[in-house]
């Protein structure tokens, strides 16, 4: 009767650990999926963790966001591998872009008082990391936002990254990586076909216009220092021209 009852209670103690785990795997899913909506700015009715394990890192750690575009879709299972293998544990998360698929975030979880610089240690692992995704024929760029206090401001990480990313010479695919330092003004083009380029577009001849469209993302790749920014600041210009036509 002893032993029965033993046997019982061992049972119980199980049945309940099994039901804690699987309820903190389900909260642990659900935050992945909060996550994914917070870094794209989507309404969430509440940024709180449900799972203990992103609770407790998330009350104690500082964090920076690591936007990666990859030459194709994103390798989930290589990065996921290469993380393991050194050794972050929980304090590196990797989460697919659910947007583009051949997009990818790294939550990267630092110690407040870390003896290294935040800064320095995402550029150390996207040293390490980007040449080893070359050798799986696979190019990166990345972007480092600034370090945040709470998973609640990965909205704002992201922004920060994709600014970083604008900053990408024009014309260069070689594998890279860029930290946000702050917003800069895009500087000012003057293309000289431009009045030839808008008569175009007024006159309905497609494709003559084609032709001086690839003839301008010819010219940005030759220009001196020209960033993503820049390109895009003068896409813009060309656009709202282009509607007052």
Known sequence: EVIKRLENRTLLENQILTSEKEKEQACYDYDVQLLNSLILDYHVSSARMT???????????????????FSRTSPDALVEEWLGEQG??????????????????????????????????AAQILDSFIPWMEDQE??????????HHDLSE??????????????????????????????????????DKTEEFLFRIDAGMEEE?????????????????????????????????????
């Open 51 to 69: 799972s203990q394990k992103l609770q407790r890192i998330n009350g104690s750690h500082d964090l920076m966001l690591l936007t990666l575009h």
């Open 88 to 121: 972050f544990g929980d304090l590196a998360l990797y989460l697919s872009g659910s947007t583009s698929p051949d997009l990818g975030f790294i939550i990267l979880f630092t110690a407040p008082q870390s003896v290294i610089p935040n800064e320095k240690l």
């Open 138 to 147: 696979t190019s990166v760029c990345a972007g480092i936002s600034r370090t």
């Open 154 to 191: 990965l909205g704002k990480a992201y922004r920060e990254t994709t600014l970083a990313l604008d900053q990408q010479p024009v014309g260069k695919s070689s594998p890279c990586w860029f930290a946000y330092a702050g917003e800069e003004e895009p500087r000012p083009i003057a293309w």
């Open 209 to 245: 216009a084609r032709d001086l469209t690839r003839e301008l993302f010819a010219w940005y790749a030759d220009l001196p220092d020209c960033t993503l920014a820049d390109v895009k600041y003068h896409c813009y210009q060309l656009s709202d021209q282009c509607r007052l036509i």
